[in-house]
C-alpha cells in the first residue's frame, strides 16, 4: 500500500517513474509503462495521460483506466471546466481534490456528472507544460474511499511534472507547415491581432523575437503578410491561449 510506504520507498518508485518517461519519450515504451510506474508512488484507481492539441483544442489520452465517459470529458469538455483555469494558474503544483474549494466543485461539470458518480474521494489534476512554457497536457489520477496519499508522494508527483511532460509532447502531432511549436504559438496570436509588441508581452519573449518568429512563418508558409498568416492560422482552427 502506497500510505504505508516509507519516503525512501516512495523516492525510489518516483526514479523508476522518471525512467518509464524516459523510455516513452524516446518511444522505446508507450505512455502506459509511465502509468504503471506512477502506481507505485501513489495508489489510485483511475489514471490518465493526455496531450493537448492547439489545433483541434482538445485532449487526446494517450494512455488511461477512467470509464468511457470520463475519458470524453477529459479530451472534449476538461478545458472548458470552470476548474481548469485554476489548473493552468501561475503555481502549476497541480490541484488536488480535497483542496478544491466546495463552491468551486459545486460549479464544475466534471466534477458533479463524472467523479462524484464514480465514487471518487481524492486525486490530483497537473497540467504538463514542456521547458519552453507550451502546455502540452495533463496527468489526472483518481482515488476512491479513504485512501490516504503521504506528503512525499503528493511533493513527488509535482517534481516529476518534467519528466511526464516531455513523454506527453513526444507524442505530439505533426505540426501544420513545418513551423515550431513557438511559431504557432505566436502565429495564434496574430488571429487575434496582436501587435508584437503585445505578442511579446503574452509569450514572455522580446518584440524584436516574436518579428523573427513571423518573418520565419511568412517564409515557411510562403505567406505575403500577417493578414494572410492569420488567415491562415483561423482557415487551421489556430486559436491564441485564453
Known amino acids: 500500500m502506497a500510505a504505508e510506504r516509507s519516503t525512501a520507498d516512495i523516492l525510489d518508485a518516483a526514479v523508476h517513474v522518471r525512467e518509464a518517461a524516459r523510455s516513452a519519450t524516446s518511444g522505446a515504451t508507450g505512455v502506459d509503462t509511465v502509468l504503471a510506474a506512477l502506481s507505485e508512488v501513489m495508489e489510485y484507481d483511475h489514471a490518465s495521460l493526455a496531450r493537448w492539441d492547439p489545433l483541434r483544442r482538445c485532449h487526446t489520452t494517450l494512455a488511461g483506466s477512467y470509464p468511457d465517459d470520463a475519458t470524453a470529458y477529459i479530451e472534449t469538455r476538461l478545458h472548458r471546466d470552470p476548474v481548469f483555469p485554476v489548473l493552468r ?3 502549476r503544483g497541480g490541484l488536488w481534490l480535497r483542496d478544491v474549494p466546495r463552491r468551486l466543485l459545486d460549479a464544475s461539470p466534471g466534477f458533479q456528472e463524472v467523479l462524484s458518480p464514480l465514487g471518487i ?7 504538463l507544460f514542456a521547458a519552453d512554457g507550451r502546455y502540452v497536457g495533463m496527468l489526472n489520477v483518481s482515488t476512491r474511499g479513504p485512501r490516504c496519499t503521504p506528503d512525499p508522494a503528493r511533493a ?13 509532447d513526444a507524442r505530439e502531432r505533426p505540426r501544420p507547415g513545418g513551423l515550431s511549436p513557438r511559431e504557432l504559438q505566436v502565429l495564434a496570436e496574430l488571429t487575434a491581432g496582436r ?3 503585445e505578442i511579446a508581452e503574452r509569450l514572455f519573449i522580446t518584440p524584436r523575437t516574436v518579428g523573427t518568429h513571423i518573418e520565419h512563418i511568412l517564409a515557411k508558409l510562403d505567406l505575403p503578410n500577417r493578414a494572410a498568416a492569420a488567415a491562415r492560422a483561423a482557415a487551421w482552427g489556430i486559436e491564441p491561449s485564453p
Open 89 to 91: 494558474g501561475p503555481d
Open 121 to 127: 474521494e481524492d486525486g490530483v489534476a497537473q497540467c
Open 156 to 168: 513527488v508527483v509535482t517534481l516529476l511534472t518534467e519528466s511526464l511532460a516531455a513523454a506527453v
Open 195 to 197: 501587435t508584437n509588441r
